[in-house]
């Protein structure tokens, strides 16, 4: 797969995982392993260039004793998600025009 569009995969996906609740690293590897494997060097550059874009925000939380960081989904996050939908809708009409003319499917 193209590094530029698993790289654009990832970052929305990891924003969905944010949709409906705040999380932490381990929680957010967790609930994607069944889409997509992620490592903990992966996630975290993600979740870093996230924040820089304004997509999340963070917070930290005593969880047993030591500071745990949180990543909330922000409202440019949501529009992040809308945007990649539409754009995926109309890269979905070119695949199944593509696959109809050249037999690919």
Same mark, same amino acid.
């Given at each position: 797969?193209?590094?530029?569009?698993?790289?654009?995969?990832? $970052?929305?996906?990891? #924003?969905? !995982?944010?949709?409906?609740? !705040?999380? /932490?690293? @381990?929680?957010?590897?967790?609930?994607?392993?069944?889409?997509? !494997?992620?490592?903990?060097? =992966? &996630? @975290?550059?993600?979740?870093?260039?996230?924040?820089?874009?304004?997509?999340?925000?963070? /917070? =930290?939380? $005593?969880?047993?004793?030591? #500071?745990?960081? @949180? @990543?909330?989904? =922000? $409202?440019?996050?949501?529009?992040?998600?809308?945007?990649?939908?539409?754009?995926?809708?109309?890269? $979905?009409?070119? &695949?199944?025009?593509?696959?109809?003319?050249?037999?690919?499917?």
């Amino acid at each position: 797969m193209n590094v530029q569009l698993k790289r654009g995969l990832i $970052d929305v996906c990891v #924003l969905a !995982a944010l949709k409906d609740e !705040a999380s /932490y690293g @381990y929680k957010i590897i967790s609930d994607l392993e069944s889409v997509i !494997a992620l490592s903990e060097s =992966t &996630l @975290y550059p993600v979740l870093k260039r996230l924040e820089g874009q304004e997509c999340l925000k963070t /917070y =930290t939380k $005593d969880f047993n004793g030591r #500071l745990r960081k @949180y @990543y909330q989904i =922000t $409202d440019v996050g949501k529009r992040r998600i809308k945007e990649f939908v539409s754009e995926w809708e109309e890269i $979905d009409k070119v &695949l199944h025009f593509i696959s109809s003319k050249g037999g690919i499917r």
